[in-house]
């Protein structure tokens, strides 16, 4: 079985330029995840969704960034301007069971690692 | 904001001997997981435990949830080279699936 997809694999960019990354989750997986890790600390999630609709986006910053999963597969992320805060790994996950407590295990992607100057 | 806090935030151990990580968590939890991060890879996810569990083993891995506590522990038997990385554990709400992450504990173990 495939595992979670991600592109790219690292990006170096100015501040204030814009950037998107790239998810395909594992074949039949209803919810997907983007977590963002910076360095030292734990994964933080910034979105979950479940099919092609948003179940949390409450960590999100919807000033400069956005999802989508059009068709309720891939996904992309995008960061719009791009802040030096900003610098960290952008996790990818995704998962079988939508919203079932206790049962789910979220299968993660290698990352992109983004670094803003 | 992080729910977990893993203790301690790095141990070094020689090959062949035991690791033990702790988290703490601050609400009530559906479950808790334990997931590993090699240097510059996706996490892995390694044993999840229900609330109503006390005591789970995967192979190598023995973990132990005290609610009463609000503390898991991670063992991790027999240690190898290849154990070496971050360990986070993360929390799963007793409603939806939004794990929150603590920061992890980095183990290296010495061949």
């Known amino acids: 079985e495939a595992g979670v997809a991600q592109s790219p694999r690292y990006k170096i960019i100015e501040k204030r330029q814009s950037v998107a990354f790239w998810c395909n989750p594992i074949?039949?997986?209803?919810?997907l995840y983007w977590y963002q890790q910076i360095l030292g600390q734990g994964p933080k999630l910034l979105i979950q969704?479940?099919?092609?609709?948003?179940?949390?986006d409450s960590q999100l910053p919807k000033d400069r960034f956005s999802a989508e999963r059009l068709k309720g597969v891939d996904s992309t992320l995008k960061i719009q301007p791009a802040k030096l805060e900003d610098s960290a790994v952008y996790l990818c996950?995704?998962?079988?069971?939508?919203?079932?407590?206790?049962?789910?295990?979220?299968?993660f992607g290698p990352g992109t690692r983004l670094t803003v100057l | 904001s992080q729910q977990g806090e893993e203790d301690p935030q790095a141990l070094s151990i020689q090959e062949g001997e035991n690791a033990t990580m702790n988290c703490s968590y601050k609400?009530?939890?559906?479950?808790l997981q334990w997931y590993r991060q090699n240097s510059g890879r996706g996490l892995v996810h390694l044993i999840l435990?229900?609330?109503?569990?006390r005591e789970k083993h995967s192979g190598r891995l023995r973990v132990t949830l005290d609610t009463s506590k609000k503390s898991s522990s991670l063992l991790i038997t027999a240690s190898r080279a290849a154990d070496t990385a971050s360990y986070f554990c993360?929390?799963?709400?007793?409603?939806?699936?939004?794990?929150?992450f603590g920061a992890g504990t980095i183990l290296r173990v010495k061949s």
């Open positions: 435990i229900r609330s109503n569990e």
């Open positions: 996950a995704s998962s079988a069971t939508p919203l079932a407590p206790g049962t789910d295990t979220q299968y």
């Open positions: 074949s039949g997986h209803a919810t």
């Open positions: 609400t009530s939890i559906n479950n």
């Open positions: 993360a929390t799963g709400p007793r409603l939806g699936n939004k794990l929150v």
């Open positions: 969704f479940q099919n092609n609709g948003v179940v949390d």
